[in-house]
């Protein structure tokens, strides 16, 4: 079982009580706003200095941090992790269940897919990264409204047009309502012939980076339907292990 690292956690500490303070601090004062012994706060700064996030002032000999810290935050940043997290997950999905797997994130109110595993299968759902989707007539955006905060996800509701794509789209908000809220209990949502005639998707969501994502495995209405129950298996066994 993974266990807090103590000097790790004091590390981070140290940038946050910078970033709260705003100003150079020395040993004895944030050895004080870090509970710390002088002596133990002294080694903690003294190796972030030789490593080159904190520097001293010249004259009054206090910390502050130097920039390297945002250097090394600016460069992981660009390379977004959201790619090497999608690029795994929707191998690893679309392995198991044969189906094509999609990965997505909201954007306004709608959900862009950024990443796409296609299937296998000669007869199969294929979309490519970018398209952009209505949340409610998608198990990608279904599943986000699940995961999201009750009253922040009634807010969004209230605001969506729901317009219906198929003749099977919610398109009020009292169902859509009951759906997101069932969606929201059993950790999955299922999309029947509502965003295209003939094709199904089951979804789910959680955190990643900090930020809201979606999976979903997606095909033909007959074979989601007939592989259901595993294809849920799937799904739940991945958000355990894939999500925060």
Known sequence: MPQIV?????????FEVFAREGRPLGNSELARLLDLADSSCSDLLFTMREAGY????????????????NDV?????????????ASEALEILTKESGETSLCGYMEGDHVKVF?????????????????????????????????????????????????PVTSSTIHDVETLRT??????RVKW???KDEGVQGVSAIGI??????????????????????????YVSILLDARREFFL
């Open 6 to 14: 103590p000097t790790a956690n004091r590390v981070l500490q140290v």
């Open 189 to 191: 949502c299922l999309a």
């Open 73 to 85: 935050a600016v460069r992981i940043a660009s390379l977004d992790p959201l790619h090497a997290f």
């Open 115 to 163: 990443a796409c595993q296609e299937s296998p299968h000669a007869l199969r759902y294929v979309v490519r990264p970018g398209a952009v989707f209505d949340l409610h007539a998608t198990a990608l955006g279904k599943a986000i409204l699940a995961a999201m905060p009750k009253a922040e996800r009634e807010a969004l509701m209230e605001k969506l047009s729901l317009q």
């Open 205 to 230: 969501a959680g955190t990643v980076g900090g930020s809201l994502a979606s999976l979903s495995l997606v095909g033909p209405t007959q074979r989601i339907e007939e592989n259901l129950d595993r």
């Open 54 to 69: 904190l520097m001293r002032t010249p004259k009054t000999r206090q910390f502050y941090p130097t920039a390297r810290l």
């Open 179 to 184: 759906e997101i809220d069932k969606c929201a």
